[in-house]
T-cell receptor
Framework: KAGVTQTPRYLIKTRGQQVTLSCSPI?????VSWYQQTPGQGLQFLFE???????NKGNFPGRFSGRQFSNSRSEMNVSTLELGDSALYLC???????????FGNGTRLTVT | QQQVKQSPQSLIVQKGGISIINCAYE??????FPWYQQFPGKGPALLIA?????SEKKEGRFTISFNKSAKQFSLHIMDSQPGDSATYFC??????????FGSGTKLNVKP
């Protein structure tokens, strides 16, 4: 079974631009979550989607948004990029509630 | 407010030794406690997990000990190997698959 796939692996953007990251969950998994990983803050929850509905959102500004499609694939968007948005963005999928998260290898975003 | 506190930040263990990483949580509503292992350039991978109605779970060389009354849980890696050198994260699950992660422990197993 293929794991969680995130594209692209690396991105370099300029302040003020926007970016879209993509995630394909494990087949059959309906829950998709996004996390931001930085050396200073560790793994921070961004949001979680289940069957196209956002069920939970972390403490991030409105510049961070996401969506989930009917095939469970998900995208997250960051608008008006700031230098502090440089991070590894991780997508994780799970089969259902109370199931473990399975992470992709992330998208490394660098904002210059 | 940090929901899950993890220690130590880094750990050096000799090959064959026992590695112990500790975590403490605040919210008694947390109902699932996994440990993840992360290698450089990779996403975290699930290692082992426990639910609060169990005090200990063992899988191979990895054991979770869980103390519900103290709101603490720990990971023990027996017979530590150089290939275990990685960063380890504890986590706790709140509602709707929202996980709170510890700050990570960088483990270095010396040959």
């Amino acid at each position: 079974k293929a794991g969680v796939t995130q594209t692209p692996r690396y991105l370099i953007k300029t302040r003020g631009q926007q970016v879209t990251l993509s995630c394909s969950p494990i087949s059959g998994h309906r829950s998709v979550s996004w996390y931001q990983q930085t050396p200073g803050q560790g793994l921070q929850f961004l949001f979680e989607y289940f069957s196209e509905t956002q069920r939970n959102k972390g403490n991030f500004p409105g510049r961070f948004s996401g969506r989930q499609f009917s095939n469970s694939r998900s995208e997250m968007n960051v608008s008006t990029l700031e230098l502090g948005d440089s991070a590894l963005y991780l997508c994780a999928s799970s089969l259902e509630d109370n199931s473990p998260l399975h992470f992709g290898n992330g998208t490394r975003l660098t904002v210059t | 407010q940090q929901q899950v506190k993890q220690s130590p930040q880094s750990l050096i263990v000799q090959k064959g030794g026992i590695s112990i990483i500790n975590c403490a949580y605040e919210n008694t509503a947390f109902d699932y406690f996994p440990w993840y292992q992360q290698f450089p350039g990779k996403g975290p991978a699930l290692l082992i997990a426990i639910r609060p109605d169990v005090s200990e779970k063992k899988e191979g060389r990895f054991t979770i000990s869980f103390n519900k009354s103290a709101k603490q849980f720990s990971l023990h890696i027996m017979d530590s190997q150089p290939g275990d050198s990685a960063t380890y994260f504890c986590a706790a699950k709140g509602g709707f698959n929202k996980f709170y992660f510890g700050s990570g422990t960088k483990l270095n197993v010396k040959p």
